[in-house]
């Protein structure tokens, strides 16, 4: 069974940086992050496909967030920029067992193998 361990979150005021990072115990195919704030559903905030390194991201951080991950280390990593309060939530890290031929996209709905533990991030105003 993969584990997937993420890091990286605390606290930051508005307009801030955090990165968050993701290692995967082993092999994994398309990556990404989801998060949940407090009394809300969990969201979907980017992935990255295995491979070509494609990149997918929410339109509430398109332009401050980039994904990027390490093939060689099965990890990912979350560089967030220009955070808002409304960032606030844990993060959790995503990961499938098997290589997908459907769009990248679609990693948003689909059903993932494996989940990590969730980090927080906090941004203050």
């Known amino acids: 069974q993969v584990q997937l361990v993420e890091s990286g979150g605390g606290l930051v005021q508005a307009g801030g940086s955090l990165r968050l990072s993701c290692a995967a115990s082993?092999?994994?195919?398309?990556m990404g992050w989801f998060r949940q704030a407090q009394g809300k559903e969990r969201e979907f905030v980017a992935a990255?496909?295995?491979?070509?390194?494609?990149?997918n991201y929410a339109d509430s951080v398109k332009g401050r967030f980039t994904i990027s991950r390490d093939n060689v280390r099965n990890s990912v990593a979350l560089q967030m920029n220009n955070l808002k309060p409304e960032d606030t939530a844990v993060y959790y890290c995503?990961?499938?067992?098997?290589?997908?031929?459907?769009?990248?996209?679609?990693?948003?709905?689909?059903?993932?193998?494996?989940w990590g533990q969730g980090t927080q991030v906090t941004v203050s105003s």
């Open positions: 990255v496909r295995w491979g070509l390194g494609s990149t």
């Open positions: 082993g092999r994994t195919y398309d």
């Open positions: 995503a990961a499938d067992n098997s290589q997908r031929v459907s769009a990248l996209e679609g990693f948003r709905t689909r059903k993932h193998d494996y």
